[in-house]
C-alpha cells in the first residue's frame, strides 16, 4: 500500500475557508491522526481524502493515483477511490442485515457469491461479530454498530481506512476497550489507517503519528511523544495535555542560551533557545506542571536551572500524586508533586530541558486568564 | 489468494501491485456520467413542463393576434384592452374583496379551533383534530354543489327557513357567501399551521406559569396571540393566494349572478364567448401569474422566518393545557357548529340528494328514494368513461408525479449538480399556476409545438394527466422532500465511499428508506388529481372528460340529481382508496 500525499490541499465553503493549504505525507501502513478541536476541519480533510467533499485547490494523491489536481482540474469520485471509511454515526444501512451491509460493497465490485460469503463471513469473525449476521443494525449496541462499520470498510481490501471519531458515540468504558481494540487490528492488518480525532488521549495512545491541526491550519506533525514533549507551538503545548504559560521578555542570548526575564520580574532565568531569539524579544514560557518540583522557599536551591518563587494557593490529592496551585506573581501555576506537606513560599524547580520558549502567543482564552488570575 | 484481512503484516510481496477487488467502474456517455445524464434529464424535463403553459401565454400577451396566425407583431395593446374594453379593474377589484374577505373568514374560523383543540381539555378534541382533514377528501367544487343543495336560493334549508319565517336571511349568490363557503373550505388548511405552531412552541408557554390566576382574555392575550402571529401572517398569505386563483365557488355562485373574479374572467372570455379574444385572454392571463407568482415569493420568504412555528418537531410532547374558563364551552359550539353546517350538513345532503328524485322540505324526500341518478350515469357512456378518465388519470398521474417528484428532490437536496437549486424552484413553480391558466397555456403550448408533437397529445388523456401532475407536482415535492432531509448524509456517503455511484447510491440505498414518504405522495397525488378538473376545461374534449368537468356539464343542464351522484362516487372512491392504501402502508412497514 503506498504513500498517502495531500500537499497544499485548500477548502472554502462559499468564501469561507476551513482548510489553509495543509500538506500531510501518509506512510504506509501507518496509524495516522488527525488532532484537533471540533471544527477545525478534520472531517473536511477526510472527506476531500475520500472525494466526498472537492477541495478548491492543491493535490491529493495515493502512490502513482491523482484523485485530485486542482490545476488540472482533476476529479475522481469517491466510488473509483478504493478506500474504506468509518462514519461517526456508524451509517450502517437500516434496511439491510449486517451481512448484506458487508455484501453491498463486494456486490458492487462483482465479487463471485461464494467468494463474497467467505469474505464477509471472515470480515465479521474478525471484529467478533459473524454470530449476529442476521441481524438488523438496530438491533446491536453502540459498540456493535461500530465493529460491523468497520468490517463493511475492509471487506473489500480498501487501499486506506479513514476513520471519523468512531469511537466517539461510544460510553468511557467502551471507548477505551474500543481504542486497544482497534489499534491491535489495524497493527495485525497494516493497513494504512487515516484516523480523526478530537480526543487527545486517544490520539497519544493509537498513533504511529499525529498531525496537529487548529482552525483549518496544520500545527504540528510528529509522534506522540514528539507532540507531547516538544510541541513546535504554545498552541500545540495547550491543546495537548495541560501547560502552565509565563509571559517573559528575553534580556540576552549568548551561545544558544537565553536569559529570560519574567513579566513582572519576580524572576529570571537561563535556557537552552533553539530558536532565533533576540534579546528584547517577547516569548511566552511554558511548561508541564508534571516536570515541576517543589522546594521549600528556605531550603538549598536544587539543582534545576529555573526557580519561580510562589506561594502554595491550593492543594489537590488526585491518587497517584497531589497536584497543587502556586501563586507566583500575578498567575497561578499547576505543578504536581509526587507528595504533600507543602504550605506557603516555595519554589518551583524545573530542569532546563522541560521549558520551552515560544514567541508570544496568547494561548489562554481571556475569560479563563481572568478565572486563573489572583486578586489579591 | 490474500486479501487485507488474513495477510500478516509486511507480507505485502507487491505493495503497488493490482489490487484485489479494485473499485467498480461506471459507465459514462459523452464525457459525462451517468448520474451527470439524470441531472440533466430532470432539470429539463422540469423546465419543460413548466415553461410550457408560461411561455405561450406570454407570447399571446404581446402579440396582436391569435398565435396560430402568422406574422404576429409586438403589441401591448392587450393590456389596455384589458382595462377599457373588458374591464379588468373591475375584475381585480372583486377578486380582491372576495380574497380579502375569504382570508378573514377563514383566520377567524381556524384560530379558535387550533387553541381550542391544540390547548385545552375540552372533550372529543381528538375527533374535531381528525375532523378537521375532512377537504382532504372533498373538493371544492363538490362542497359548493352540497352547500347550493342545502342553503342555495332554492335548497333545502333555504326552502325550510323561507317556510317557516316567511323569507331567507341570507343570499349566497353574493361576494359574502362566496367567501364565507371558500373560508369553510380553506380553514383547515390555516388550522393545521396554527395547530402546529401552538403544539410545538412550547418555550414560549413559560409564561402561562406567570398568568396563574389570570382571567381567560389575559391569558389568550399574553400567552397565545404571540404564539400564533407567525403561523397566521403565513396561513393569511397562503388563503389569500389560494383564493385568489380559485374557479369553483367563484363559477357556482358568481357566474349566474355577474361576479367575475380573475377566474371566471378567463372561463367566460376563452370557454363561454364564441369567439374567444386570445390577445385578452393572454394579457389577462399574464397579469394574474405576476400576482400569484408574487404571492408565492412572499410565501416563501414568510415561511422561511417563520420555519421553526410551522414544522413538525421531532418529539411529540404533550403541550400544557391552558385553562380558558367559560371561554371553551363557547368555542365548542363554535368548532361543532362549523364541522355540521359547514360540511356534514352540506355534504351529507348532496349524498341524500343523489338518492332522491327531488330534494325539498315541502315534500317527503323519503318517499322519492331512487336509484335514478346513479342510473342515468350508468347509462350514458360519456359520464362512466368520465369516471374511468379520472381513475386513469388519478392513478397514472399520481405514479409519474410521485417519481418525478422523488427524483427532483433526491437531485435538488442530494446530489453536487450546479443547478440543483434551480431544480427545487422548478419543481415548486406550478405552486404559482392557477389550473386554468396551466391549461389554457398546455392548450396552446400543444397547438403549436414543433414538429406536430403537440397534435399527438392534443385531446388525449395524456394532456389531462400533464396537466393535473403539474398541479399535483409540489404538494408531492413537499411531502417527499422533509423523508429525505432526515435520512442522514452519512448513509449515503458510505455507499459512496462503499464503490456506488451517486446514481446506484439512489436505486440501492437512499430510495429504499425513504419507500414510506414515496406512498404517502403517491395517495397524496391520487386523490389530489381525481379531485382536480380545472386544467380540463380547455384541455379535455368530449373524449376526456373527468367526474369534475362532466359535474360540471351536468350542473349547467340543470341534472343536480346526477351531480349528487357523481360527486358521491368521487368521495366514496376517495375514502376507498385512502383507506386501502393506509391499511396497505400500515401492513408493509419494513422492520427497519
Ligand atoms: N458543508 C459545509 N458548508 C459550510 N461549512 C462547512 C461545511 N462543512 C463543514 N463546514 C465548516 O468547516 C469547518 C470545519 O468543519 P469540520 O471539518 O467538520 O470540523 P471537524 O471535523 O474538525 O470538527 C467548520 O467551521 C464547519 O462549520
Ligand atoms: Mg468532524
Same mark, same amino acid.
Given at each position: 500500500?503506498?504513500?498517502?500525499?495531500?500537499?497544499?490541499?485548500?477548502?472554502?465553503?462559499?468564501?469561507?475557508?476551513?482548510?489553509?493549504?495543509?500538506?500531510?505525507?501518509?506512510?504506509?501502513?501507518?496509524?495516522?491522526?488527525?488532532?484537533?478541536?471540533?471544527?477545525?476541519?478534520?472531517?473536511?480533510?477526510?472527506?476531500?481524502?475520500?472525494?466526498?467533499?472537492?477541495?478548491?485547490?492543491?493535490?491529493?494523491?495515493?502512490?502513482?493515483?491523482?484523485?485530485?489536481?486542482?490545476?488540472?482540474?482533476?476529479?475522481?469520485?469517491?466510488?473509483?477511490?478504493?478506500? @474504506?471509511?468509518?462514519?461517526?454515526?456508524?451509517?450502517?444501512?437500516?434496511?439491510?442485515?449486517?451481512?448484506?451491509?458487508?455484501?453491498?460493497?463486494?456486490?458492487?465490485?462483482?465479487?463471485?457469491?461464494?467468494?463474497?460469503?467467505?469474505?464477509?463471513?471472515?470480515?465479521?469473525?474478525?471484529? @467478533?461479530?459473524?454470530?449476529?449476521?442476521?441481524?438488523?443494525?438496530?438491533?446491536?449496541?453502540? @459498540?456493535?454498530?461500530?465493529?460491523?462499520?468497520?468490517?463493511?470498510?475492509?471487506?473489500?481490501?480498501?487501499?486506506?481506512?479513514?476513520?471519523?471519531?468512531?469511537?466517539?458515540?461510544?460510553?468511557?468504558?467502551?471507548?477505551?476497550?474500543?481504542?486497544?481494540?482497534?489499534?491491535?487490528?489495524?497493527?495485525?492488518?497494516?493497513?494504512?489507517?487515516?484516523?480523526?480525532?478530537?480526543?487527545?488521549?486517544?490520539?497519544?495512545?493509537?498513533?504511529?503519528?499525529?498531525?496537529?491541526?487548529?482552525?483549518?491550519?496544520?500545527?504540528?506533525?510528529?509522534?506522540?511523544?514528539?507532540?507531547?514533549?516538544?510541541?513546535?507551538?504554545?498552541?500545540?503545548?495547550?491543546?495537548?495535555?495541560?501547560?502552565?504559560?509565563?509571559? @517573559?521578555?528575553?534580556?540576552?542570548?549568548?551561545?544558544?542560551?537565553?536569559?529570560?526575564?519574567?513579566?513582572?520580574?519576580?524572576?529570571?532565568?537561563?535556557?537552552?533557545?533553539?530558536?532565533?531569539?533576540?534579546?528584547?524579544?517577547?516569548?511566552?514560557?511554558?511548561?508541564?506542571?508534571?516536570?515541576?518540583?517543589?522546594?521549600?522557599?528556605?531550603?538549598?536551591?536544587?539543582?534545576?536551572?529555573?526557580?519561580?518563587?510562589?506561594?502554595?494557593?491550593?492543594?489537590?490529592?488526585?491518587?497517584?500524586?497531589?497536584?497543587?496551585?502556586?501563586?507566583?506573581?500575578?498567575?497561578?501555576?499547576?505543578?504536581?508533586?509526587?507528595?504533600?506537606?507543602?504550605?506557603?513560599?516555595?519554589?518551583?524547580?524545573?530542569?532546563?530541558?522541560?521549558?520551552?520558549?515560544?514567541?508570544?502567543?496568547?494561548?489562554?482564552?481571556?475569560?479563563?486568564?481572568?478565572?486563573?488570575?489572583?486578586?489579591? | 489468494?490474500?486479501?487485507?484481512?488474513?495477510?500478516?503484516?509486511?507480507?505485502?510481496?507487491?505493495?503497488?501491485?493490482?489490487?484485489?477487488?479494485?473499485?467498480?467502474?461506471?459507465?459514462?456517455?459523452?464525457?459525462?456520467?451517468?448520474?451527470?445524464?439524470?441531472?440533466?434529464?430532470?432539470?429539463?424535463?422540469?423546465?419543460?413542463?413548466?415553461?410550457?403553459?408560461?411561455?405561450?401565454?406570454?407570447?399571446?400577451?404581446?402579440?396582436?393576434?391569435?398565435?396560430?396566425?402568422?406574422?404576429?407583431?409586438?403589441?401591448?395593446?392587450?393590456?389596455?384592452?384589458?382595462?377599457?374594453?373588458?374591464?379588468?379593474?373591475?375584475?381585480?377589484?372583486?377578486?380582491?374583496?372576495?380574497?380579502?374577505?375569504?382570508?378573514?373568514?377563514?383566520?377567524?374560523?381556524?384560530?379558535?379551533?387550533?387553541?381550542?383543540?391544540?390547548?385545552?381539555?375540552?372533550?372529543?378534541?381528538?375527533?374535531?383534530?381528525?375532523?378537521?382533514?375532512?377537504?382532504?377528501?372533498?373538493?371544492?367544487?363538490?362542497?359548493?354543489?352540497?352547500?347550493?343543495?342545502?342553503?342555495?336560493?332554492?335548497?333545502?334549508?333555504?326552502?325550510?327557513?323561507?317556510?317557516?319565517?316567511?323569507?331567507?336571511?341570507?343570499?349566497?349568490?353574493?361576494?359574502?357567501?362566496?367567501?364565507?363557503?371558500?373560508?369553510?373550505?380553506?380553514?383547515?388548511?390555516?388550522?393545521?399551521?396554527?395547530?402546529?405552531?401552538?403544539?410545538?412552541?412550547?418555550?414560549?408557554?413559560?409564561?402561562?406559569?406567570?398568568?396563574?390566576?389570570?382571567?381567560?382574555?389575559?391569558?389568550?392575550?399574553?400567552?397565545?396571540?404571540?404564539?400564533?402571529?407567525?403561523?397566521?401572517?403565513?396561513?393569511?398569505?397562503?388563503?389569500?393566494?389560494?383564493?385568489?386563483?380559485?374557479?369553483?365557488?367563484?363559477?357556482?355562485?358568481?357566474?349566474?349572478?355577474?361576479?367575475?373574479?380573475?377566474?371566471?374572467?378567463?372561463?367566460?372570455?376563452?370557454?363561454?364567448?364564441?369567439?374567444?379574444?386570445?390577445?385578452?385572454?393572454?394579457?389577462?392571463?399574464?397579469?394574474?401569474?405576476?400576482?400569484?407568482?408574487?404571492?408565492?415569493?412572499?410565501?416563501?420568504?414568510?415561511?422561511?422566518?417563520?420555519?421553526?412555528?410551522?414544522?413538525?418537531?421531532?418529539?411529540?410532547?404533550?403541550?400544557?393545557?391552558?385553562?380558558?374558563?367559560?371561554?371553551?364551552?363557547?368555542?365548542?359550539?363554535?368548532?361543532?357548529?362549523?364541522?355540521?353546517?359547514?360540511?356534514?350538513?352540506?355534504?351529507?345532503?348532496?349524498?341524500?340528494?343523489?338518492?332522491?328524485?327531488?330534494?325539498?322540505?315541502?315534500?317527503?324526500?323519503?318517499?322519492?328514494?331512487?336509484?335514478?341518478?346513479?342510473?342515468?350515469?350508468?347509462?350514458?357512456?360519456?359520464?362512466?368513461?368520465?369516471?374511468?378518465?379520472?381513475?386513469?388519470?388519478?392513478?397514472?398521474?399520481?405514479?409519474?408525479?410521485?417519481?418525478?417528484?422523488?427524483?427532483?428532490?433526491?437531485?435538488?437536496?442530494?446530489?453536487?449538480?450546479?443547478?440543483?437549486?434551480?431544480?427545487?424552484?422548478?419543481?415548486?413553480?406550478?405552486?404559482?399556476?392557477?389550473?386554468?391558466?396551466?391549461?389554457?397555456?398546455?392548450?396552446?403550448?400543444?397547438?403549436?409545438?414543433?414538429?406536430?408533437?403537440?397534435?399527438?397529445?392534443?385531446?388525449?388523456?395524456?394532456?389531462?394527466?400533464?396537466?393535473?401532475?403539474?398541479?399535483?407536482?409540489?404538494?408531492?415535492?413537499?411531502?417527499?422532500?422533509?423523508?429525505?432531509?432526515?435520512?442522514?448524509?452519512?448513509?449515503?456517503?458510505?455507499?459512496?465511499?462503499?464503490?456506488?455511484?451517486?446514481?446506484?447510491?439512489?436505486?440501492?440505498?437512499?430510495?429504499?428508506?425513504?419507500?414510506?414518504?414515496?406512498?404517502?405522495?403517491?395517495?397524496?397525488?391520487?386523490?389530489?388529481?381525481?379531485?382536480?378538473?380545472?386544467?380540463?376545461?380547455?384541455?379535455?374534449?368530449?373524449?376526456?372528460?373527468?367526474?369534475?368537468?362532466?359535474?360540471?356539464?351536468?350542473?349547467?343542464?340543470?341534472?343536480?340529481?346526477?351531480?349528487?351522484?357523481?360527486?358521491?362516487?368521487?368521495?366514496?372512491?376517495?375514502?376507498?382508496?385512502?383507506?386501502?392504501?393506509?391499511?396497505?402502508?400500515?401492513?408493509?412497514?419494513?422492520?427497519?
Amino acid at each position: 500500500m503506498p504513500d498517502v500525499v495531500v500537499s497544499q490541499l485548500k477548502k472554502e465553503f462559499g468564501g469561507n475557508t476551513v482548510l489553509h493549504e495543509v500538506s500531510l505525507t501518509i506512510k504506509d501502513g501507518e496509524f495516522f491522526t488527525l488532532l484537533g478541536p471540533s471544527g477545525c476541519g478534520k472531517s473536511t480533510t477526510l472527506s476531500c481524502l475520500a472525494g466526498l467533499e472537492k477541495p478548491t485547490s492543491g493535490v491529493i494523491s495515493i502512490g502513482e493515483e491523482t484523485f485530485f489536481d486542482g490545476e488540472r482540474n482533476k476529479f475522481v469520485p469517491p466510488e473509483a477511490r478504493n478506500l @474504506g471509511m468509518v462514519f461517526q454515526s456508524y451509517a450502517l444501512w437500516p434496511h439491510m442485515t449486517l451481512a448484506q451491509n458487508l455484501a453491498m460493497p463486494l456486490k458492487l465490485r462483482k465479487v463471485p457469491k461464494g467468494e463474497q460469503q467467505t469474505l464477509i463471513h471472515d470480515a465479521l469473525d474478525k471484529v @467478533g461479530m459473524a454470530h449476529l449476521a442476521d441481524r438488523y443494525p438496530h438491533q446491536l449496541s453502540g @459498540g456493535q454498530q461500530q465493529r460491523v462499520a468497520l468490517a463493511r470498510a475492509l471487506v473489500y481490501s480498501p487501499r486506506v481506512l479513514l476513520l471519523d471519531e468512531p469511537l466517539s458515540n461510544l460510553d468511557a468504558k467502551l471507548r477505551e476497550q474500543a481504542r486497544v481494540w482497534l489499534k491491535r487490528l489495524q497493527s495485525e492488518l497494516g493497513i494504512t489507517t487515516i484516523y480523526v480525532t478530537h480526543d487527545q488521549e486517544e490520539a497519544l495512545a493509537m498513533s504511529d503519528r499525529i498531525a496537529v491541526m487548529s482552525s483549518g491550519h496544520l500545527l504540528q506533525v510528529g509522534s506522540p511523544e514528539d507532540i507531547y514533549e516538544r510541541p513546535a507551538t504554545a498552541e500545540v503545548a495547550a491543546f495537548i495535555g495541560r501547560s502552565n504559560f509565563i509571559d @517573559g521578555t528575553i534580556r540576552s542570548v549568548v551561545e544558544g542560551k537565553a536569559r529570560v526575564v519574567v513579566e513582572d520580574a519576580t524572576a529570571e532565568f537561563e535556557v537552552h533557545a533553539d530558536r532565533g531569539f533576540a534579546a528584547g524579544d517577547a516569548v511566552t514560557v511554558a511548561f508541564r506542571p508534571e516536570r515541576a518540583t517543589l522546594v521549600d522557599a528556605s531550603a538549598a536551591a536544587p539543582d534545576a536551572s529555573v526557580l519561580l518563587p510562589g506561594d502554595i494557593l491550593a492543594t489537590a490529592y488526585v491518587g497517584s500524586r497531589v497536584e497543587y496551585t502556586v501563586r507566583f506573581g500575578k498567575r497561578t501555576l499547576l505543578v504536581d508533586h509526587y507528595r504533600g506537606g507543602f504550605t506557603g513560599p516555595v519554589n518551583v524547580a524545573l530542569p532546563e530541558d522541560a521549558v520551552r520558549l515560544y514567541p508570544r502567543t496568547d494561548v489562554v482564552p481571556e475569560d479563563v486568564e481572568e478565572l486563573m488570575a489572583v486578586t489579591v | 489468494m490474500t486479501n487485507v484481512l488474513t495477510r500478516p503484516r509486511g507480507a505485502d510481496a507487491a505493495p503497488n501491485g493490482p489490487e484485489q477487488y479494485p473499485a467498480p467502474r461506471y459507465r459514462s456517455l459523452l464525457g459525462a456520467d451517468r448520474s451527470s445524464w439524470l441531472y440533466w434529464a430532470t432539470i429539463i424535463v422540469l423546465a419543460v413542463l413548466v415553461l410550457a403553459p408560461v411561455v405561450p401565454t406570454l407570447i399571446q400577451a404581446l402579440s396582436d393576434r391569435p398565435l396560430y396566425e402568422s406574422g404576429g407583431v409586438f403589441t401591448l395593446d392587450n393590456f389596455v384592452r384589458l382595462f377599457t374594453e373588458a374591464d379588468f379593474g373591475m375584475v381585480a377589484l372583486t377578486t380582491l374583496a372576495f380574497a380579502g374577505l375569504t382570508t378573514i373568514l377563514t383566520i377567524l374560523i381556524a384560530v379558535p379551533m387550533a387553541i381550542v383543540v391544540v390547548r385545552t381539555d375540552i372533550p372529543g378534541r381528538r375527533i374535531f383534530g381528525v375532523g378537521m382533514q375532512w377537504p382532504f377528501f372533498i373538493s371544492s367544487l363538490i362542497l359548493g354543489f352540497g352547500w347550493i343543495t342545502m342553503y342555495g336560493p332554492a335548497g333545502f334549508v333555504s326552502t325550510w327557513v323561507r317556510s317557516a319565517v316567511g323569507t331567507v336571511p341570507w343570499d349566497l349568490y353574493t361576494i359574502p357567501g362566496m367567501a364565507l363557503t371558500e373560508a369553510v373550505a380553506l380553514a383547515p388548511i390555516a388550522y393545521l399551521f396554527c395547530a402546529n405552531a401552538l403544539r410545538n412552541a412550547d418555550a414560549s408557554l413559560e409564561g402561562a406559569a406567570q398568568t396563574v390566576g389570570a382571567g381567560p382574555f389575559q391569558i389568550l392575550r399574553s400567552v397565545v396571540v404571540p404564539m400564533l402571529r407567525p403561523p397566521v401572517v403565513y396561513s393569511s398569505i397562503l388563503v389569500f393566494s389560494m383564493s385568489v386563483e380559485t374557479l369553483s365557488v367563484p363559477l357556482l355562485y358568481g357566474q349566474p349572478v355577474g361576479i367575475t373574479v380573475f377566474a371566471t374572467f378567463l372561463y367566460k372570455n376563452g370557454l363561454q364567448s364564441i369567439n374567444p379574444d386570445y390577445g385578452i385572454l393572454g394579457a389577462a392571463s399574464t397579469i394574474i401569474l405576476l400576482v400569484t407568482v408574487l404571492l408565492v415569493v412572499i410565501q416563501g420568504k414568510l415561511l422561511r422566518e417563520a420555519k421553526r412555528f410551522v414544522s413538525v418537531r421531532g418529539k411529540a410532547t404533550r403541550p400544557r393545557l391552558l385553562d380558558l374558563g367559560w371561554i371553551k364551552w363557547p368555542a365548542v359550539v363554535f368548532i361543532v357548529i362549523y364541522l355540521l353546517f359547514g360540511a356534514v350538513i352540506p355534504i351529507g345532503g348532496l349524498v341524500f340528494r343523489s338518492f332522491t328524485a327531488f330534494f325539498t322540505p315541502l315534500a317527503n324526500p323519503f318517499n322519492a328514494l331512487t336509484l335514478a341518478n346513479y342510473q342515468r350515469i350508468w347509462e350514458f357512456p360519456v359520464y362512466l368513461a368520465s369516471i374511468r378518465n379520472s381513475l386513469i388519470v388519478a392513478a397514472v398521474g399520481a405514479v409519474l408525479v410521485s417519481v418525478l417528484a422523488t427524483i427532483a428532490v433526491v437531485v435538488a437536496r442530494r446530489s453536487t449538480f450546479r443547478y440543483r437549486k434551480l431544480i427545487e424552484y422548478l419543481a415548486l413553480a406550478p405552486q404559482a399556476m392557477p389550473g386554468l391558466i396551466i391549461g389554457i397555456g398546455l392548450f396552446w403550448a400543444f397547438a403549436f409545438a414543433p414538429f406536430g408533437l403537440g397534435a399527438i397529445v392534443q385531446g388525449t388523456l395524456a394532456a389531462i394527466i400533464i396537466g393535473f401532475g403539474l398541479r399535483a407536482l409540489p404538494s408531492a415535492f413537499g411531502s417527499i422532500s422533509p423523508a429525505v432531509m432526515q435520512v442522514g448524509e452519512e448513509l449515503d456517503n458510505a455507499a459512496r465511499v462503499s464503490g456506488a455511484d451517486w446514481l446506484r447510491t439512489f436505486t440501492r440505498i437512499l430510495s429504499r428508506l425513504i419507500t414510506p414518504a414515496f406512498g404517502a405522495a403517491l395517495v397524496l397525488s391520487f386523490v389530489t388529481m381525481l379531485k382536480e378538473y380545472s386544467p380540463a376545461i380547455f384541455l379535455g374534449s368530449a373524449k376526456t372528460n373527468v367526474i369534475g368537468t362532466t359535474m360540471l356539464e351536468l350542473w349547467v343542464q340543470g341534472n343536480s340529481g346526477s351531480v349528487a351522484a357523481l360527486a358521491t362516487i368521487q368521495i366514496v372512491i376517495t375514502a376507498v382508496f385512502v383507506g386501502v392504501a393506509g391499511l396497505l402502508m400500515k401492513g408493509n412497514k419494513i422492520d427497519a
